[in-house]
């Protein structure tokens, strides 16, 4: 089973939440580059206005892949993730990521359409404090082709 035009509407939330730890941050802020004090010390965050770290904008990015992965697998649409790629995704911030939250994604298929054999898919995800207030609001665009061969994969 796929992505069809049935697929429009389906919605799907994470089983569990994810707790975004301090050394979380600062390792993804590391990873990613980013220097920002704010992402190390607690007394930089301090004087954001913020009690704990904030963690980098694409740091949503860990909600965003674990939340799809399920639903992926939840409703049979975890075919091969390899032949699926992000085109487009827009966020909506709503207030900062900080160490100490506890997020949860809610995914939502917004669009389907198949052309010149590939379909392109729509998600609306948002990402829910554990007051189910949302966080973040983010669009995301994907494209999947079934018969797309990947080299040195069998």
Known sequence: ???TAD???VRFRMADFYEVGREKVRE?????KDPHPAHYSEDAALRLGHETLLAPLTFVSIIGILTTKQM????GWASDLRNI???????IFHRPIVAGDRLTGELC???FRHSAGTDIIVTRNSVLDDKGEVVLTAYTTLIRRDDI???GIG
Do not use: K, L, N, P
């Not at 993804?28 to 990613?32: E, K, L, S």
């Open 1 to 3: 089973m796929g992505f």
């Open 7 to 9: 697929s429009v509407g």
């Open 149 to 151: 061969e990947i080299e």
């Open 72 to 75: 992926f697998e939840e409703y």
């Open 28 to 32: 993804f802020a590391t990873a990613v």
């Open 85 to 91: 790629m992000q085109t487009d995704q827009r966020f």
């Open 109 to 111: 298929v917004e669009s």
